[in-house]
């Protein structure tokens, strides 16, 4: 555990002593730079061991709910080091997954679909550590994107008016928005159409206030395609 060098000291005294942080402390009657001593501290192997590098490489950085996400993490040792051992943890949002043994330092899991919910969010991957290397962990940025949902006036109420403001969410990932309404089904648009705009929120004027039904169809176009809540 330590090795006795006229210039560290030498003849050690008694035994060691733990303080609070885990450390072990001792001393010598002989040596050092005054001849006379010194104290030492014993390292312990957990402090000795060197950090890895690790890369996190996702299979996309912006996905939908409805689809799955391959994660790749690379753990490498340092100056040569051996190739590091043990096993690798993701954590995103509320998703853990299970421990996966690195094969020759890399390991790669599949977050399957409908793991994350809408938003952005960070991928942490964490390694065990072995006996050469202390845990470590990093990190890669995803988006789960959503589209819009209206917000105002909630389906299924009774309309206040012949005139009346929608207002909706910005969703996730979503580039433009078109509002629809009509009264000869879902998606009609023989009442209004908003065209596309990056607004949230349309006012439609002129509503018969007869007890008809109307529908109204959001449209959210995300990565270039279009989605829809009714």
Same mark, same amino acid.
């Given at each position: ?25 001792? !001393? ?9 001593? !010194? ?40 100056? %040569? ?37 809408? %938003? ?76 596309? !705009?990056?607004? !949230? ?30």
């Amino acid at each position: 555990l330590f090795a006795a060098t006229p210039t560290d000291g030498y003849e050690t005294t008694a035994g060691v002593i733990l303080d609070g942080n885990g450390n072990l402390f001792g !001393t010598t009657q002989a040596g050092g730079t005054n001849g006379v001593g !010194t104290v030492f501290e014993i390292a312990s192997v957990a402090q000795t061991k060197p950090t890895p590098t690790m890369t996190v490489s996702l299979s996309s950085h912006s996905i939908t709910p409805a689809q799955a996400l391959t994660v790749t993490v690379d753990v490498a040792g340092v100056n %040569g080091d051996p190739t590091p051992t043990g096993s690798v943890t993701l954590i995103c949002d509320s998703y853990i997954s299970a421990a996966t043994t690195l094969s020759s330092g890399s390991a790669v899991i599949g977050i399957p679909a409908g793991s994350l919910t809408p %938003g952005a969010d960070t991928v942490t991957a964490i390694y065990s550590g072995d006996t050469n290397y202390r845990t470590a962990s990093a990190a890669a940025a995803v988006t789960v994107t959503g589209p819009a949902t209206l917000t105002a006036p909630a389906p299924g109420t009774t309309l206040s008016g012949s005139n009346v403001t929608f207002t909706w969410t910005a969703g996730t990932g979503v580039a433009n928005y078109e509002l629809l309404v009509g009264n000869t089904g879902p998606g009609s648009s023989d009442l209004y159409s908003s065209g596309v !705009t990056t607004n !949230t929120s349309a006012t439609v004027n002129g509503l018969q206030t007869k007890g008809a039904m109307i529908y109204v169809r959001l449209l959210s176009e995300i990565n270039g395609a279009w989605q829809h809540n009714d």
